[in-house]
T-cell receptor, first 114, second 115 residues
Framework: GENVEQHPSTLSVQEGDSAVIKCTYSDSASNYFPWYKQELGKRPQLIIDIRSNVGEKKDQRIAVTLNKTAKHFSLHITETQPEDSAVYFCAARENTGTASKLTFGTGTRLQVTL | KAGVTQTPRYLIKTRGQQVTLSCSPISGHRSVSWYQQTPGQGLQFLFEYFSETQRNKGNFPGRFSGRQFSNSRSEMNVSTLELGDSALYLC??????????????FGQGTRLTVV
């Protein structure tokens, strides 16, 4: 089955700096890679996703890159703000036609300090 | 459009009891997945239902079971509760289009405490 590793487990950056979170996956059949943000006491919410036919995707201050050959993908947050503080999860999904199984990384707690 | 609704939000049960959690997906979504979230293990996949059939199962003991009804609502059941079952149980729904990956929308979760 799929295995997703995520690093670092905690990340502290100053407001305005960039933050990078990295994930690797094991199953070459995986072709969908979402990133979720979970604020304290709240549900995980999708912030960006990428499919395996794309190498990079940007949405304002957030970008995700995917290297299928190396089987790793990364989340980049630029100009970080205090409201970016949360736990971020990467995930991978194998396309089986109807499946919704996501395999998650263990999460990165991002702290943006003033 | 209403989001994914999970009930109840909080539960306290005693060891050995059983519990049933409910999840109502977004209208039109036919796939429902369940995840267990704990501080140490992150989000662990329990199972996935589509068209009332279990399509995928994670590495959890048989005490964890689920089902899906014809209206796509899903329930999960945990029997003979153990202290280690204390966790946030999240359900996610997806619209699911054949051969296309679509995002999963999470509910608020049910926080289960076993004492």
């Amino acid at each position: 089955g799929e295995n997703v590793e995520q690093h670092p487990s905690t990340l502290s950056v100053q407001e305005g700096d960039s933050a990078v979170i990295k994930c690797t996956y094991s199953d070459s059949a995986s072709n969908y890679f979402p990133w979720y943000k979970q604020e304290l006491g709240k549900r995980p919410q999708l912030i960006i996703d990428i499919r395996s036919n794309v190498g990079e995707k940007k949405d304002q201050r957030i970008a995700v890159t995917l290297n299928k050959t190396a089987k790793h993908f990364s989340l980049h947050i630029t100009e970080t703000q205090p409201e970016d503080s949360a736990v971020y999860f990467c995930a991978a999904r194998e396309n089986t036609g109807t499946a919704s199984k996501l395999t998650f990384g263990t999460g990165t707690r991002l702290q943006v300090t003033l | 459009k209403a989001g994914v609704t999970q009930t109840p939000r909080y539960l306290i049960k005693t060891r050995g009891q059983q519990v049933t959690l409910s999840c109502s997906p977004i209208s039109g979504h036919r796939s429902v997945s369940w995840y267990q979230q704990t501080p140490g293990q992150g989000l662990q996949f329990l199972f996935e239902y589509f068209s009332e059939t279990q399509r995928n199962k994670g590495n959890f003991p048989g005490r964890f079971s689920g089902r899906q009804f014809s209206n796509s609502r899903s329930e999960m059941n945990v029997s003979t509760l153990e202290l280690g079952d204390s966790a946030l149980y999240l359900c996610a729904s997806s619209p699911v289009r054949t051969l296309m990956n679509t995002e999963a929308f999470f509910g608020q979760g049910t926080r289960l405490t076993v004492v």
